[in-house]
């Protein structure tokens, strides 16, 4: 089902609800990828509900005229969940993405369940990853999308065709609204803020994505649910081009979660 939802300020934001079941999976994309980031996360569908959408001013959405801050996405995904009538998701938030995952359960805790945060960072506080950051900054206020489209299109592919269609939809997003999320990116900041998240926390990453390494070490200080996977052989692009580990993983995590719910739930044994 394809679909637009309309947030409080009337900005028509794309998604597609997939998949039936009682848990809902929603899943929060990068600067300019889209929807189509989790295009291989579909066979979850066959377990659980999933939530795609495309952020404001991404993809098939619409940008709205307020300046775009991780808080108003925050703000725009709750209001699709609420529209949807969805009051409790597990969240999968890739890269940048996963800075808006943990904005949403810090601001409405009573939505969230758990949080799959790939390759996450709570600050940007490396010379490698702030250099990315100032790249897309410089590239979107020169107006580079093809450029930048083509880098991140290359670096996600998985086959041919999937690379043409993620560069095709990165240019449906416009340059400022690349470099609005460029500039929020790099000056986010919730490390001090890690400990008011309630719900679990899994960190997954790339065994040879080094740079973003040394953050388990913020969330695992200050956030004392926090569990860290990485996978083997990977680097930063666990979505696309390791989809069946992230799969399982996301899969058994749930069913474990589950199963830990009912037993609270059930009255206990004389």
């Given at each position: 089902?394809?679909?637009?939802?309309?947030?409080?300020?009337?900005?028509?934001?794309?998604?597609?609800l997939i998949g039936k079941?009682?848990?809902?999976?929603?899943?929060?994309?990068?600067?300019?990828?889209?929807?189509?980031?989790?295009?291989?996360?579909?066979?979850?569908?066959?377990?659980?509900?999933?939530?795609?959408?495309?952020?404001?001013?991404?993809?098939?959405?619409?940008?709205?005229?307020?300046?775009?801050?991780?808080?108003?996405?925050?703000?725009?995904?709750?209001?699709?969940?609420?529209?949807?009538?969805?009051?409790?998701?597990?969240?999968?938030?890739?890269?940048?993405?996963?800075?808006?995952?943990?904005?949403?359960?810090?601001?409405?805790?009573?939505?969230?369940?758990?949080?799959?945060?790939?390759?996450?960072?709570?600050?940007?506080?490396?010379?490698?990853?702030?250099?990315?950051?100032?790249?897309?900054?410089?590239?979107?206020?020169?107006?580079?999308?093809?450029l930048l489209a083509n880098?991140?299109?290359?670096?996600?592919?998985?086959?041919?065709?999937?690379?043409?269609?993620?560069?095709?939809?990165?240019?449906?997003?416009?340059?400022?609204?690349?470099?609005?999320?460029?500039?929020?990116?790099?000056?986010?900041?919730?490390?001090?803020?890690?400990?008011?998240?309630?719900?679990?926390?899994?960190?997954?990453?790339?065994?040879?994505?080094?740079?973003?390494?040394?953050?388990?070490?913020?969330?695992?200080?200050?956030?004392?649910?926090?569990?860290?996977?990485?996978?083997?052989?990977?680097?930063?692009?666990?979505?696309?081009?390791?989809?069946?580990?992230?799969?399982?993983?996301?899969?058994?995590?749930?069913?474990?979660?589950?199963?830990?719910?009912?037993?609270?739930?059930?009255?206990?044994?004389p």
């Amino acid at each position: 089902m394809m679909r637009h939802i309309l947030t409080r300020d009337n900005v028509r934001i794309f998604y597609r609800l997939i998949g039936k079941g009682p848990i809902t999976i929603l899943f929060i994309h990068p600067p300019g990828m889209g929807h189509i980031t989790f295009k291989q996360q579909l066979p979850l569908s066959e377990d659980f509900q999933l939530l795609y959408v495309d952020l404001r001013g991404n993809g098939k959405s619409h940008k709205g005229n307020v300046p775009i801050r991780f808080s108003l996405l925050a703000r725009d995904l709750y209001d699709a969940c609420h529209e949807l009538g969805i009051d409790k998701v597990f969240i999968c938030g890739y890269s940048n993405g996963a800075s808006i995952a943990m904005e949403i359960s810090m601001r409405y805790p009573e939505l969230v369940d758990g949080l799959f945060l790939i390759g996450a960072f709570s600050e940007v506080d490396s010379f490698l990853l702030g250099s990315e950051f100032l790249l897309g900054i410089l590239a979107s206020k020169m107006n580079l999308k093809h450029l930048l489209a083509n880098v991140i299109a290359n670096a996600h592919a998985y086959s041919k065709d999937f690379g043409k269609e993620m560069a095709n939809y990165y240019l449906h997003t416009d340059a400022d609204t690349l470099h609005q999320m460029y500039v929020e990116g790099l000056s986010y900041n919730c490390t001090n803020s890690l400990a008011s998240i309630k719900c679990p926390i899994v960190l997954i990453y790339g065994q040879r994505d080094y740079y973003v390494h040394h953050y388990q070490y913020k969330f695992m200080t200050s956030h004392h649910n926090t569990k860290v996977v990485y996978i083997s052989g990977a680097r930063h692009q666990i979505p696309t081009k390791h989809p069946t580990v992230l799969n399982m993983i996301m899969k058994k995590f749930i069913q474990n979660q589950m199963i830990v719910e009912k037993t609270k739930g059930s009255p206990s044994t004389p």
